[in-house]
């Protein structure tokens, strides 16, 4: 569904579902990982540019080289932000969410 015809609630209440999906996130969200959610909502990104930064955010983490220093959990929604800026940006080829789909897939993470 696109932002067009979501409700901001609509909206917001699925990025955070995108986001609590996410591996290594909080099974919970903050007020202030609902707020930067309105804001996505009102600076028109969207759902599937989240959906794809989330995805891209991920699979950098989970593919990263295993002598690479361990990196902490992720604790807030902020955590994707760039990461959609540069989706938003240079926005990803299908084929290439679906390659890191299925790459996630074979470390048994999924966004």
Do not use: C, W
């Not at 990982?33 to 959906?51: G, H, M, S, T």
Request: proline share 6%; hydrophobic share 35%.
């Amino acid at each position: 569904m696109t932002q067009e015809r979501m409700s901001r609630q609509a909206y917001v209440e699925r990025v955070l579902q995108l986001y609590r999906q996410a591996p290594e996130t909080p099974a919970r969200f903050s007020r202030l990982d609902r707020r930067l959610a309105e804001k996505f909502y009102e600076r028109q990104v969207k759902i599937e540019e989240v959906e794809a930064a989330i995805l891209l955010a991920s699979a950098r983490r989970s593919l990263r080289s295993p002598e690479a220093p361990q990196l902490g959990p992720i604790r807030s929604l902020h955590y994707f932000a760039p990461v959609i800026e540069e989706v938003r940006n240079n926005p990803l080829s299908e084929s290439y969410l679906e390659y890191l789909r299925r790459k996630l897939a074979t470390q048994g993470a999924t966004v």
